[in-house]
């Protein structure tokens, strides 16, 4: 079992950035980031969850087009921890945000990882954005 733990989420205002953070770890072996791609998502009130960026074992990243340019995925394999870098914020980037990891293709991600793929999800975070 893998354990995904987000934080550092808050309000923030238009321009203003962010950093999240998804700590991850697995009871009964040893967490295999070589076995995962990891992910972002987010969620807004009354909207489907979507994808934001991937992380594949190798450190390739991938993002969807309304974050590409603003925000960066990277991770400290030594901490098994992921981030994810959001400058730029709007008030469209208000959501719940979520971390995710899928074995579906060991730690390829295959493009921008799909919900459908993911097997373990963290409790999310909130980002607010607004004046």
């Known amino acids: 079992q893998v354990q995904l733990v987000e934080s550092g989420g808050g309000s923030v205002q238009p321009g203003g950035s962010l950093r999240l953070s998804c700590a991850a770890s697995g009871s009964g072996y040893a967490f295999s980031r070589l076995s995962y791609c990891m992910g972002w998502f987010r969620q807004a009130p009354g909207k489907e969850r979507e994808g934001v960026a991937s992380?594949?074992?190798?450190?390739?990243?991938t993002y969807a087009d309304s974050v590409e340019g603003r925000f960066a995925a990277s991770e400290d394999n030594d901490k098994n921890t992921l981030y994810l870098q959001m400058n730029s914020l709007s008030p469209e980037d208000t959501a719940m945000y979520y971390c995710a990891a899928s074995s579906r293709f060991g730690g390829y991600c295959r493009g921008l990882l799909k919900r459908i793929f993911v097997d373990h999800w963290g409790q999310g975070t909130q980002v607010t954005v607004s004046s």
């Open positions: 992380i594949s074992s190798g450190g390739h990243t």
